[in-house]
């Protein structure tokens, strides 16, 4: 994972918000410290090139200062991290970028006393004046003022980025996590399927070995649609109604006429999204909850709204002993909308019929 990247603030921009709040500040804090300074009365008298040279100066001086500080930051994030050891993060950082802005000072300063042709005192010792020990004491709080903000700007700049790198590896641990247990539940879809088809066929071979031949050859292909879809999130309605007829042969052969679809879709929602295997759930919890029989069939319509939802409803016929579910079916169908949508999966029961509705889901 590149630092850079996930930084709150970049070098470019921690450079830029130093210089410009150093140099406000040197003058700011100065005027405010001592505003009837002779400097500050003969500012804007003096000679534009004078004027010009001191604001250059000032500007080098809080570019210096600004690399040095993201040099040191960069160099001790590894060894010495905000969040191991703040004490002396804290103390380390101040000390150095206080030390480095004297020193820069104190180089300048040098520099111009040398122009000047009059001995660096600081208002010390010979030829120093007060005025020039006012203005040391100024520079030394201004220095100690500007170490601290740019101390600051660092702890917040690596506070920030490392929670938005720690949300981030939340964020993608979480995804892992929702990745794991979809296809758990795939492989669930995969075992009950398999279980439930697999007892019939041995079931239609001992009778009518054509019919189990031909069941057989059914079970193959909507088993090969499985495991083209297994890692699949999510197909399309279109899809999952082919897979539906397909599926309706071994339901036909199991049940006879004991069971009857209605099943009707409009063309612009077939384009849309919803779990594999969904309708081939539903119609199994229905199976499996009601009695199917040529007096009285099971009916299971299936329908598209304007809503771009899709109900499954079959009338009620319950039967005295429910078969072992294995934890699959309508808690599969909800948990796996739970992974995928915000949008929720209704039940409901009424007039002799029991009725879910699901939403069909949009590629984002």
């Known amino acids: 994972m590149k630092k850079e990247q996930n930084a709150f603030l970049n070098n470019r921009w921690k450079r830029i918000l130093i210089v410009c709040f150093a140099f406000l500040m ?39 200062v600004s690399e040095v500080s993201i040099l040191i930051s960069n160099r001790f994030n590894q060894s010495v991290p905000w969040t191991n050891y703040p004490g002396k993060r804290f103390t380390i950082e101040i000390f150095l970028n206080l030390f480095v802005i004297l020193a820069v000072q104190l180089i300048i300063n040098f520099f111009k006393s040398r122009m000047n042709g009059k001995p660096l005192t600081f208002g010390f010792g010979p030829g120093g004046s007060v005025e020039e020990a006012r203005g040391m004491i ?34 993608e641990l979480k995804q892992v996590a929702l990745d794991a247990e979809l296809q758990s539940l795939k492989l669930q879809i995969d075992s009950h399927f398999v279980f439930n088809n697999l007892s019939v066929l041995s079931e239609t071979i001992l009778k009518d070995q054509m019919l189990g031949y031909a ?94 939802t899709l109900t499954v409803e079959n ?19 909800k948990r796996r909308y739970q992974l995928l949508s915000k949008r929720p999966v209704e039940i409901s029961k009424a007039n002799n019929c029991f009725k879910v509705t699901i939403p069909l889901l949009k590629l984002s």
């Open 26 to 64: 040197m003058y700011l804090i100065s005027f405010i410290i001592d505003p009837f300074s002779p400097y500050w009365g003969n500012f804007f008298k003096r000679d534009w090139t004078k004027v010009s040279r001191d604001l250059a100066t000032s500007f080098i001086f809080c570019f210096i």
């Open 315 to 333: 009338n009620m016929l319950p039967i005295a002993k429910v078969q072992d579910s294995f934890g699959i079916g309508l808690t599969n169908i």
């Open 138 to 171: 100024q520079w030394l709080v201004v220095s100690t003022i500007i170490a601290l903000f740019i101390v600051g700007i660092h702890i917040g700049n690596y506070l920030i980025s490392n929670w938005k790198n720690e949300a981030l590896k939340a964020s």
């Open 215 to 308: 069941y057989a050859e059914n079970f193959s292909r909507i088993y090969r649609y499985l495991l083209l879809n297994a890692k699949k999130d999510i197909i399309t309605l279109e899809q999952e109604l082919k897979f539906l007829e397909s599926y309706r042969f071994l339901i036909e052969h199991r049940f006879s006429n004991g069971v009857q679809f209605h099943i009707s879709a409009d063309e612009s929602s077939k384009n849309l999204y919803m779990p594999p295997l969904t309708l081939q759930l539903l119609v199994e919890n229905a199976l499996k909850h009601n009695k199917t029989n040529r007096k009285e069939p099971l009916i299971v319509r299936i329908s598209t709204d304007n809503a771009q």
